[in-house]
């Protein structure tokens, strides 16, 4: 069972850089994927990226390869996703999510914890 709980979004310059923290509250110690999707307003929910409880395996969307990196760091219960290269089409909101399959997926049904969510806006 994980509850995350996101931080880290706020205002930001294009161009610029942003790093949201996900932390899975009530436990120190996880094996459940972790994925991060976005929405904005309007708009449906989109995957963004995916990291394997090693690390070592990771997703993302096209529209944010090679800017975005997805890590963890289990000792602390904590998913990182460190954002460059910032551009207004990706102001939404930002949510991170425990998956309740072993395999990295883009599919929002196929996770069951959700965090509150955290507010991304990039000026142009």
């Known amino acids: 069972q994980v509850q995350p709980v996101e931080s880290g979004g706020g205002l930001v310059q294009a161009g610029g850089s942003l790093r949201l923290s996900c932390v899975a509250s009530?436990?120190?110690?996880?094996?459940?994927?972790m994925g991060w999707f976005r929405q904005a307003p309007g708009k449906e929910r989109e995957f963004v990226a995916a990291?394997?409880?090693?690390?070592?395996?990771?997703l993302y969307s096209d529209s944010v390869k090679g800017r975005f990196t997805i890590s963890r760091d289990n000792a602390k219960n904590t998913v990182y996703l460190q954002m460059n290269s910032l551009k207004p089409e990706d102001t939404a909101v930002y949510y991170c999510?425990?998956?309740?399959?072993?395999?990295?997926?883009?599919?929002?049904?196929?996770?069951?914890?959700w965090g509150q969510g955290t507010q991304v806006t990039v000026s142009s």
């Open positions: 999510a425990a998956s309740r399959v072993v395999q990295l997926t883009t599919s929002p049904v196929l996770y069951n914890y």
């Open positions: 009530g436990r120190t110690l996880s094996n459940d994927p």
């Open positions: 990291i394997s409880w090693s690390g070592f395996s990771t």
